[in-house]
């Protein structure tokens, strides 16, 4: 079957569009801010989709704030959110291990102080997280002393992202019965002004590389984000659209559930890369 085609929105469309949606899951980096600006009129937007009845949902791979730091950078920059309306990779990592993997040990944490407050909020014991210098050699560093009771690793942004950490996760990820979770795979977080960092799948990659293994991903496109809005909230597929601004991520993770997107043009992606998609 031939893929289906994309097309602009603009004035009735757009109407047409909007009556038909009960629910919209919003990107945030890249599609509501860059860095610490709003998209210009992206509040204003949301802000009227609620007052219409519509139901709003933010969805977000950065691992980098809990659902409350979400729901207060949010209502900071205009748009307003409950924590419940939030769903990042830190709270639904979290979950996923609680609830389906059903993970009995600790937690190895490549990540910062947020991931690590979701794993705490979820009953999971973790070590690892914050900076860890360089010590001994390499006959030290084959050698180093591994938790009995970890029973994963998992990967988030980490700011402090080491040698030694990536030695650490590769002891654990020898042993085959040790799961190894990644956040997501986004290679650059968007900020003001067009810059760009690293962003965790830079991490990810190097972990696996290492380990030769490949981690499960919680994060868009997968489908573990969209299912926790749906097991905890409820929504209708056929009248929910996921608004983003990646192709290989929010529209991806639409296509993969079964509901509509849009690409909003205002991060990653633009109409030549959706262009050349379609023409491949």
Same mark, same amino acid.
């Given at each position: 079957?031939?893929?289906?085609?994309?097309?602009?929105?603009?004035?009735?469309?757009?109407?047409?569009?909007?009556?038909?949606?009960?629910?919209?899951?919003?990107?945030?980096?890249?599609?509501?801010?860059?860095?610490?600006?709003?998209?210009?009129?992206?509040?204003?937007?949301?802000?009227?989709?609620?007052?219409?009845?519509?139901?709003?949902?933010?969805?977000?791979?950065?691992?980098?704030?809990?659902?409350?730091?979400?729901?207060?950078?949010?209502?900071?920059?205009?748009?307003?959110?409950?924590?419940?309306?939030?769903?990042?990779?830190?709270?639904?990592?979290?979950?996923?291990?609680?609830?389906?993997?059903?993970?009995?040990?600790?937690?190895?944490?490549?990540?910062?102080?947020?991931?690590?407050?979701?794993?705490?909020?979820?009953?999971?014991?973790?070590?690892?997280?914050?900076?860890?210098?360089?010590?001994?050699?390499?006959?030290?560093?084959? =050698?180093? !002393?591994?938790?009995?009771?970890?029973? $994963?690793? +998992?990967? #988030?942004?980490?700011?402090? @992202?080491? %040698?030694?950490?990536?030695?650490?996760?590769?002891?654990?990820?020898?042993?085959?019965?040790?799961?190894?979770?990644?956040?997501?795979?986004?290679?650059?977080?968007?900020?003001?002004?067009?810059?760009?960092?690293?962003?965790?799948?830079?991490?990810?990659? =190097?972990? !696996?590389?290492?380990?030769?293994?490949? $981690?499960? +991903?919680? #994060?868009?496109?997968?489908? @573990?984000? %969209?299912?926790?809005?749906?097991?905890?909230?409820?929504?209708?597929?056929?009248?929910?659209?996921?608004?983003?601004?990646?192709?290989?991520?929010?529209?991806?993770?639409?296509?993969?559930?079964?509901?509509?997107?849009?690409?909003?043009?205002?991060?990653?992606?633009?109409?030549?890369?959706?262009?050349?998609?379609?023409?491949?």
């Amino acid at each position: 079957m031939a893929a289906p085609k994309c097309a602009r929105l603009t004035g009735e469309r757009s109407r047409q569009f909007l009556a038909s949606v009960d629910t919209l899951l919003f990107d945030c980096d890249g599609v509501l801010w860059r860095g610490d600006e709003a998209v210009a009129g992206a509040p204003e937007l949301v802000t009227g989709l609620r007052r219409s009845g519509k139901r709003v949902f933010y969805l977000t791979n950065n691992s980098t704030k809990t659902r409350a730091m979400y729901a207060d950078k949010l209502g900071r920059l205009g748009f307003g959110a409950e924590p419940a309306e939030v769903f990042g990779t830190a709270y639904c990592t979290a979950r996923y291990l609680r609830d389906e993997a059903r993970l009995r040990g600790k937690v190895y944490l490549v990540g910062g102080p947020a991931l690590s407050e979701e794993l705490q909020a979820a009953g999971i014991p973790h070590v690892g997280g914050g900076p860890e210098p360089v010590c001994g050699g390499m006959k030290e560093w084959a =050698a180093l !002393e591994k938790d009995p009771a970890v029973r $994963a690793v +998992v990967v #988030g942004f980490d700011e402090h @992202f080491s %040698y030694m950490k990536l030695t650490r996760a590769l002891r654990y990820l020898q042993d085959a019965d040790c799961l190894f979770i990644a956040t997501n795979t986004d290679s650059r977080l968007p900020l003001e002004g067009g810059r760009a960092i690293p962003g965790t799948g830079c991490l990810v990659r =190097a972990v !696996e590389t290492a380990a030769h293994r490949k $981690a499960q +991903v919680i #994060g868009k496109p997968n489908s @573990f984000l %969209y299912d926790c809005v749906v097991k905890e909230c409820g929504l209708d597929p056929a009248r929910t659209v996921m608004v983003g601004d990646r192709l290989d991520t929010d529209i991806q993770m639409g296509s993969t559930c079964g509901i509509r997107t849009l690409l909003t043009l205002t991060g990653f992606s633009s109409l030549e890369d959706v262009k050349s998609h379609q023409e491949s």
